[in-house]
């Protein structure tokens, strides 16, 4: 079966970090790259970051680079989202999404709130 599923949300306050992680299985890991999204209530989905299959490039959304880092462990075929110096604004549900064969596999996502 093919899924993802995000763990690692909570509460924190602002300045804070927390990691999130998405665990893959089914498909082939190394193959796919995957998106970090996000969406806060009453707005819409942002894309926030990519991580490609071979783990070379990476890229973020403004709103974030230079306090989020992504990265990927193929033993564990979990990617991670390390959050640094956390804003209310961050506050969100965070899930991951990669495309299989042509279709577009997402996690139910993990929440973070930041708040003091």
């Known amino acids: 079966q093919v899924q993802l599923v995000e763990s690692g949300g909570g509460l924190v306050q602002p300045g804070g970090s927390l990691r999130l992680s998405c665990a893959a299985s089914?498909?082939?890991?190394?193959?796919?790259?995957i998106n970090w999204v996000r969406q806060a209530p009453g707005k819409g989905a942002e894309w926030i970051s990519r991580i490609s299959g071979g783990g070379t490039s990476t890229y973020y959304a403004d709103s974030v680079k230079g306090r989020f880092t992504i990265s990927r462990d193929y033993a564990k075929n979990t990617v991670y989202l390390q959050m640094n110096s956390l804003k209310p604004e961050d506050a969100a549900l965070y899930y991951c999404?990669?495309?299989?064969?042509?279709?577009?596999?997402r996690g139910r996502g993990t929440q973070v709130t930041v708040s003091s």
């Open positions: 999404r990669t495309l299989v064969t042509g279709r577009i596999i």
């Open positions: 089914g498909f082939t890991f190394g193959s796919s790259d």
